[in-house]
């Protein structure tokens, strides 16, 4: 069991982590346009909207709450200290888990039952899908069977993912865990290791920089009575955009 919770706990995580980095850093080198979603949408865009609302803000936001728990856990268990504001926090996590799931769900029906995705979709999509799908199922299955989480999860698990960053894992703390909090650990380590390999890899290039950026002013200085008459051969001068 020893040697199994080593393996799981702290020689997994390692190795998720620098394959993580390193193939992140070979794929932006010699694929660099492989940065991307690569989105089937031109393809079928019916049914995809809803699902990727939920599924991407879904996800961002448990992301997000994960690492506050991580980063800053005396601050969580002092939030949770109210009971109200405890009952907040759970309802949320809980209904951002269920947006992701609902959002997953719907793009893997998607990507199932309209055919011309199929010449696009790759074994590695298929597989990414289904792993992020069991993922957010044992986060729900934690959440409903583990009450409280956000509490011992900043007294508990934090402390054990920051001491694998600081190279001192103490797996002492989750070897003790319930079988389902262990799989959900592993799961996140497995999905870190993968990200280089499948399309997750675009989060890493998100446009993030429109948010603070300047707006961009665009002036047409075309006649586009013009440009949109079939007569016009405009394509041998073609209109010229600012």
């Given at each position: ?238 209109p010229k955009n600012n």
């Amino acid at each position: 069991m020893n040697l199994l919770n080593n393996l799981l706990f702290v020689a997994l995580h390692y190795v998720a982590i620098v394959v993580f980095f390193v193939g992140i850093i070979y794929r932006y080198r010699t694929k660099g346009f492989t940065y991307s979603s690569l989105s089937s949408q031109f393809l079928e865009g019916r049914g995809m909207r809803l699902p990727v609302l939920l599924f991407h803000w879904g996800l961002l936001a448990i992301i997000l709450l994960h690492l506050l728990i991580v980063l800053f856990p005396s601050a969580v268990v002092a939030w949770n200290s109210n009971p109200m504001r405890l009952l907040l926090h759970e309802i949320l996590a809980f209904a951002f888990g269920l947006c992701a799931l609902l959002g997953m769900v719907g793009l893997l029906i998607r990507r199932f039952t309209y055919p011309r995705l199929q010449p696009v979709t790759s074994r590695m999509d298929i597989a990414i899908e289904l792993l992020l799908l069991t993922q957010i199922l044992l986060g729900l299955w934690t959440a409903l069977g583990y009450r409280w989480g956000s509490t011992w999860f900043a007294a508990d698990l934090s402390p054990y993912l920051l001491s694998i960053v600081r190279g001192n894992p103490r797996i002492d703390v989750v070897s003790d865990m319930p079988t389902v909090i262990k799989l959900h650990v592993v799961g996140a380590f497995v999905i870190l290791g993968l990200v280089p390999f499948t399309r997750l890899v675009h989060f890493l290039v998100a446009p993030l920089h429109y948010t603070w950026r300047s707006y961009q002013q665009v002036i047409w200085y075309w006649d586009r009575s013009r440009v949109r008459a079939s007569q016009t051969a405009w394509t041998t001068n073609p209109p010229k955009n600012n």
